[in-house]
């Protein structure tokens, strides 16, 4: 079946630090693959995504490619500021069906000015 | 759109009892989804509605657990003789059927004693 890793937390940055947490997958077909990130005390929230190869999603200053080759989606980000403080969440979802969202295990960030 | 919405947003029950939560998804969001998630892990996908039919189970969802989308509005989860075990946060998402991006609700918690 489907699945996502995504590299072990916690992850401790300085402020202004160049970030990448790193996103392989599992999947047959061509998945859509999702960053969600998760602010304390808050729900869900989808960052970026990326529906096929090559593609490049970004937001906020996070970016993600799909990688096919490498079944990768690693998350990057130039400069980290103490409010990107959050669980990453990287996901994908069937490109039919139920399309319903499959997370890898979540990598905790904090950044430290 | 005031975003999906869960009540309780916290429930502590006593081990056999049952439970009910609620999702009030966005209003013209025909699909609707069920997570759990575990401290430290991503959610896991339990069950999938498009519009009142409820097309997918996960094998998580034991025969203790059902689901409901009378109309196609709100759902309703319930656990009945609650285990430890069942201890979480059930996440409740919706989106339309023409856009895969999943829109979250703040969750329910649930605590088993």
């Known amino acids: 079946g489907n699945s996502v890793t995504q590299m072990e937390g916690p992850v401790t940055l300085s402020e202004e630090a160049f970030l990448t947490i790193n996103c392989t997958y599992t999947a047959t077909g061509y998945p859509s693959l999702f960053w969600y990130v998760q602010y304390p005390g808050e729900g869900l929230q989808l960052l970026l995504k990326a529906t096929k190869a090559d593609d490049k999603g970004s937001n906020k200053g996070f970016e993600a490619t799909y990688r096919k080759e490498t079944t990768s989606f690693h998350l990057e980000k130039g400069s980290v500021q103490v409010s990107d403080s959050a669980v990453y969440f990287c996901a994908l979802s069937d490109f039919q069906g139920a399309q319903k969202l499959v997370f890898g295990q979540g990598t905790r960030l904090t950044i430290n000015p | 759109d005031t975003g999906v919405s869960q009540d309780p947003r916290h429930k502590i029950t006593k081990r056999g009892q049952n439970v009910t939560f609620r999702c009030d998804p966005i209003?013209?969001?025909?699909?609707l989804y069920w997570y759990r998630q575990t401290l430290g892990q991503g959610p896991e996908f339990l069950t999938y509605f498009q519009n009142e039919a409820q097309l997918e189970k996960s094998r998580l969802l034991s025969d203790r657990f059902s689901a409901e989308r009378p109309k196609g509005s709100f759902s309703t989860l319930e656990i009945q003789r609650t285990e430890q075990g069942d201890s979480a946060m059930y996440l409740c998402?919706?989106?339309?059927?023409?856009?895969?991006?999943?829109?979250f609700g703040p969750g329910t918690r649930l605590t088993v004693l």
């Open positions: 209003s013209e969001h025909n699909r």
């Open positions: 998402a919706s989106r339309q059927e023409t856009y895969n991006e999943q829109f």
